[in-house]
């Protein structure tokens, strides 16, 4: 960490700004950070790279594992690359350290979007506080749109909270899903339909007629659940991310997302709503630090915890005591 600063603020942006992959990397070492010093700089330079970010087509993209993202990634990316996109892949899993990241374990299923030079790929950071990882993600995506990356995909992985993390801070939100899945339909991946701006059932190759049913079946689930836009119904299709079959029709859709979204100002107005959401989220996460380590808090909570657990005081007494003391009144 000690090389972090050797670089000033000033470095770290030209950097950014002409696409360095070195530089973007420090940069983003430097915003994963949790040291104070090295917070303040970062947010020296992301206020610097705000006004040049914003740029990029967002898309979240999960699924359980097994289910095909990486290869899926490695197909869609290549593909976007090809036609001369710039693709930052980033990922999402707070419970790897950076060494077992999944992403990286998984460099070898995006063996040629790992060699090509459109193409960055970060895996998670590995701070073990899904808001620690969530703030860091989205700070990254600052820096990566400042570099000029036009898509950005986010790829999540494991617990529906990661999940509604992610679809947080994309304009699009892809569910892969496998066939032959319909009693999986309940519990958790219902939960996920909710947040689906499309569902994608991949391996078609494999499992052509169970593939029908299961494009059926989300849809009529999907069907139910009232769309999140007055002008967009996620839609279902199958793919296949190893042949890459469907595979340019799915990324044809989530272009026509983006254009409809755009013309009718949701597109902005929902990212208005996750800038204000991440504020609010901020200001209770600080205000909790803040509390909690308060000294005169701490020295205080044990006895008021047991005041309160033994119902010697209201539960409202006690707040009112540890908060006028936190806020140093009498
Ligand atoms: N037949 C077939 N296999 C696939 C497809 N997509 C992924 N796989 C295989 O499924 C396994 C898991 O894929 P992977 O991309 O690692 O899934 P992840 O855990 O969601 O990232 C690998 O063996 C892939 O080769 C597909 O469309 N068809
Ligand atoms: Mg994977």
Not at 13 to 21: C, I, L, Q, S
Not at 75 to 87: A, D, E, V, Y
Not at 194 to 200: R, T
Not at 300 to 322: R, W
Request: glycine letters at 10%; a neutral charge; hydrophobic letters at 40%.
């Amino acid at each position: 960490m000690a090389a972090i600063k050797d670089l000033s603020v000033g470095d770290l942006v030209a950097g950014v700004r002409r696409a360095d992959r070195a530089l973007i990397g420090r940069a983003i070492t430097l915003v994963e950070s949790r040291n104070p010093d090295h917070q303040t700089h970062a947010q020296e330079m992301l206020q610097q790279l705000l006004p040049h970010s914003g740029g990029a087509q967002r898309v979240g993209i999960s699924g359980v594992p097994g289910v095909g993202k990486s290869t899926f990634i490695e197909t869609l990316g290549c593909m976007l690359t090809n036609q001369g996109h710039k693709l930052a892949v980033l990922a999402v899993d707070p419970s790897s350290g950076r060494s077992g990241g999944s992403i990286l374990g998984d460099k070898t299923r995006m063996e040629r979007l790992s060699g090509d030079e459109k193409a960055f790929i970060r895996p998670s950071p590995s701070s073990g506080v899904l808001g620690g990882v969530a703030r860091a993600t989205r700070e990254t995506i600052v820096i990566l749109e400042a570099a000029g990356f036009d898509t950005i995909f986010v790829e999540t992985v494991g617990t529906g909270q990661s999940e509604t993390m992610v679809s947080d801070m994309v304009d699009f939100f892809l569910v892969l899903m496998l066939p032959g899945a319909g009693d999986e339909l309940q519990g958790i991946k219902k939960g996920i339909l909710e947040l689906a701006d499309m569902v994608a059932v991949n391996k078609a190759d494999i499992f052509e007629t169970k593939l029908k049913q299961a494009v059926r079946e989300y849809k009529s689930a999907l069907h139910i659940i009232s769309d999140a836009s007055p002008t967009w119904h996620p839609p279902v299709v199958g793919c296949s991310a190893l042949t890459g079959e469907g595979i340019s029709d799915l990324w044809a859709k989530i272009e026509s997302h983006r254009k409809r979204m755009t013309d009718s100002g949701e597109r902005e107005l929902r990212r208005e709503g996750q800038r204000l959401a991440w504020l609010q989220a901020q200001i209770r996460d600080r205000l909790m630090d803040d509390f909690y380590s308060h000294q005169g808090v701490s020295a205080l909570l044990g006895d008021v915890e047991a005041a309160v657990k033994s119902g010697e005081i209201t539960v409202t007494n006690g707040v009112t005591k540890l908060l006028h003391t936190f806020k140093g009144l009498k």
